[in-house]
């Protein structure tokens, strides 16, 4: 019985999470001139708007190359300090492994007021590369959390066998370990992508008039509301399903084919 009450509690959870899809999904699609649930009719209308908006594009576009650099730079830190974490004793490891998560734990918003009269004085308000340092910053503790893990699973005897055959280290960790890791990488990769892409907190403090499309679309809102928004919405929803997806079966089909 507690079973089912279990399954019961989580589906009714779940089902309401996802209510809000059955509105927005319908409004993107509304031939309406403003939001109207239900839509009288259908049409593409809002998501031409978006296409044809420059502003939307540039915000878009933004958010693309500036997620791209977070979830580069976040691998560059990220992959050698899990490396050091899991494989390396030295004094002070348990510290550097929780400052390593602490942009977990610090709310965004502390995070960002600090941040913002450091970058006020550098004069990088507004600089979309002064975006990447403070993505990186919050996006570094997806990448050491799954690659720490990845790493704990790892069979070290495998790298045994490759030295024991004559390889080098440098050529056992590229032809060895990180094509066993792929799948980690991969998975850290895109959860850094994602967390920055909408990251809305730190743009609202750090972007200045250079809009990100989390703050386009809160600017929107605030200004005014229409259905280019709800299209925007179901945009961001796929994207994420979509690297949701690849986490979950193109990481294990890595996995399969480095073995």
């Not at 594009?57 to 791209?68: H, K, P």
């Not at 790892?154 to 060895?176: K, N, P, Y």
């Not at 990251?199 to 403090?205: G, T």
């Amino acid at each position: 019985m507690s079973r089912r009450a279990l399954i019961l509690a989580c589906t009714l959870i779940y089902s309401f999470l996802m209510l809000p899809l059955l509105v927005v999904f319908p409004i993107s699609l509304s031939s309406a001139p403003y939001m109207q649930f239900p839509p009288p009719g259908w049409s593409w209308q809002w998501y031409e708007r978006f296409v044809d908006d420059p502003q939307w594009i540039d915000a878009t576009w933004r958010s693309l190359y500036i997620g791209v650099a977070t979830a580069a730079f976040a691998l560059a830190l990220g992959v050698p300090l899990s490396f050091s974490l899991v494989r390396a004793r030295f004094w002070g490891r348990v510290v550097v492994d929780r400052l390593a998560l602490a942009p977990i734990i610090v709310p965004t918003i502390i995070l960002s007021v600090g941040v913002y009269g450091l970058f006020a004085k550098l004069k990088l308000i507004g600089a979309w590369y002064g975006l990447v340092v403070v993505h990186t910053m919050l996006a570094l503790p997806f990448v050491v959390l799954v690659m720490t893990a990845g790493l704990r699973d790892f069979d070290q005897a495998l790298e045994q066998a490759a030295e024991g055959l004559g390889a080098s280290r440098t050529r056992t960790l590229w032809r060895i370990t990180l094509p066993l890791l792929r799948p980690s990488l991969v998975s850290a990769g895109l959860l850094a992508f994602i967390s920055s892409f909408d990251e809305l907190v730190v743009a609202l403090f750090l972007a200045g008039p250079n809009m990100t499309l989390p703050k386009k679309m809160f600017d929107n809102i605030l200004m005014e509301i229409d259905p280019t928004i709800a299209a925007v919405s179901v945009m961001q929803i796929l994207l994420v399903a979509i690297v949701l997806v690849l986490i979950g079966r193109f990481g294990r089909g890595l996995s399969g084919s480095a073995r």
